[in-house]
Structure formats: structure tokens, C-alpha cells
């Protein structure tokens, strides 16, 4: 790990002075703020704009705050992931940055790590800040949901959305452009997303994850889950780990 | 921009309470500032895109939604 906190120290700096991260933390605070409010007052909306035609709409509730808050986080979060993830190594690559860090005294491992870790402490952050804002608002305009199962669905939800940045990361390493690195996850989205319809093999998959979220969140039973959080973390160590054996002896 | 929507129409439609309107405001302000933000960043005349087309990345900010600021700032920028 030669040269890691180096390394992590300028990805993190980079992040904020290229201003991804603030960017990502104003996106996620945004939704954070607005799912509640979707929520609550949809409804509203469109009784509305059905005008004289009678649609029974039920009142929201909080559970309909939590699904909001998870659906716009399995939309944008996963966006975002993929956006922040696809330059990560390719685009260092493609613009030579890689080369001239990696001629000085800078393990290649140290420096696919730091990446990873800057990514992650992003989207970590980013998560923290929308997890704060929703449980805010969901507070104003419903009830308040216990902190313990807030947080720990908003884990899940982050480990989800690792998921799909380590496999885009995994299409970065491989390739030397952003484009078909952002495909990689597109890619990935798109096998998740049938996958987690799948009865049985559903849960093991990022999306399938959404429901542990929603009963952490509501602080429902939820048992049974083991299984597909191991099986979802090890996704995110074996996506890793293949973008370093292929790293390793990459001509850069 | 859905949110721009849902948030711009409501206290109208809705005829909603000062200390609702001041719930929403921030959700205002943080989607008119994406937008904004972006489009200063983007005419910037030492400022580089993908594509080096920045009319069209002008139209995905102000037609794309929320998602064409986002796209525009984490994916549309070259780093100098």
C-alpha cells in the first residue's frame, strides 16, 4: 500500500476542487429534501388534475416517504455513482495522469485503492447528507423514523450503490475511455434490474437490496437478509479485485 | 425538474401555509441553483466539454431535467 494516504489526500482534494463532491452532495441533499415532499403532497397533485373526474388517492404515509426516498436513490444515486466512477481510472489513463503518478514511489494497488476510497468516502458522504435531509423532512411532514433503522437502511442503500460503482470502476480499469466504462455500469443496471425481479435470486442483487432498506427504515421484521448482504458486499470485493489483477500488468 | 414543478405549482394550487412554503423554498433554490450554476460554469469561455459542443450541452441543462444539470457536472466538464 505504498503511498495510499498520499494518493486518497489528492483524490479527495481533487473530488472537492473539480467539484464533484460538492456536486454529488447537493444532488443527493436535493432529493433527500424533495422525496418526503413528493410524497406528501403527490396526492394533492392529482386530485387536482383530475378536476371533476372523482379519483380516490389514499392519504400518504411515511412508508410512502421511505419507498419515495429509495426509489429516487435507486434512480439518481445509481446515476451518479456511475457518472462519478466511469472517469476514475480511464479517464487518468486516457489523459496520462496515470503514467506520470505511477513513475513515482506509488504501489499500482495504492493507487487503484485511493480511487476506490475517494469514490466510496463520496458517495458515503453523499448518502449521509441525503439520509440526513429526508429524515428532516420526514419528520416535518409525517413522523419521525427511529435513527438506528434510518441509518442502517441508509447503509444498505450505500452498499447497493457501491455495487454498481465497483463494476463501473471495473469497466474503467479495463478500458481507456470514460464512455465504455459508463457502459459497464449501464450494463450492470440494466442485469440488476431483471435479476432483482427474479423470485429467489431477487434479493441478491443492488435493487433487491431495497426492500432490507424499507423494513430497516420502518423498523419492520427483517430477517432472512444474511445471505444477500454478504452475497452484494462480495460482489463489491470481487468487482475489485478484478480491476486490480487486470491493473496490475495493464501497459498504462 | 418534476420537483421544480411539483414545488413551483403547489403553494398556488394549493393554497399552502407560510411554514409549508418555507419547507419548500430550499428545494427551489437548490434546483434553480443547479441550473444556474451550471450554465454560468458552461459559458465560461476557458470552460471545455465533452463533445466540444457546448450549445448542446446548454439544452441538456435547461431541457433535461434534473438529471442534465447532474449529467452536465459530473460527466460534461473536460478537467483542465
Partial sequence: MRGFAVLLYKEISEQWRTGRLPVVAVIFLLFGLASPVIAKYTPDIVKLAAGSIDIHVPTPTIKDAVAELIKNLSQVGVLAAILLAMGSVA???????????????????????????????????????????????????????????????????????????????LGS?????????AGTGIVALVVAGVVSSLPNIGHFTPFGLNELASDLALQQTATGWDWSLIVNAGFVVVALTASWLVFRRQEI | MRTLLVVSALPLALQLSTSTLLILLPLVVIELGLVVFSLVDLLKPERRVIGDNKLVWGLIIVLVGTI?????LLAGRKQN
Avoid: N, Q, W
Fill in chain 2, 68 to 72: 442534465g444539470p447532474i449529467v452536465y
Fill in chain 1, 91 to 169: 479517464g487518468e489513463k486516457e489523459s496520462g495522469t496515470a503514467a506520470f503518478v505511477l513513475v513515482k514511489p506509488v504501489s499500482r494497488f495504492a493507487f487503484l485503492a485511493a480511487k476506490f476510497s475517494g469514490l466510496a468516502l463520496t458517495m458515503a458522504a453523499a448518502v449521509l447528507i441525503c439520509g440526513l435531509a429526508a429524515y428532516l423532512y420526514t419528520d416535518l411532514l409525517f413522523a419521525p423514523l427511529t435513527v438506528l433503522g434510518f441509518g442502517a437502511a441508509c447503509l444498505v442503500i450505500l452498499l447497493g450503490l457501491l455495487e454498481i460503482a465497483a463494476v463501473t470502476f
Fill in chain 1, 173 to 181: 480499469t479495463l478500458v481507456r475511455s470514460s464512455i465504455p466504462a
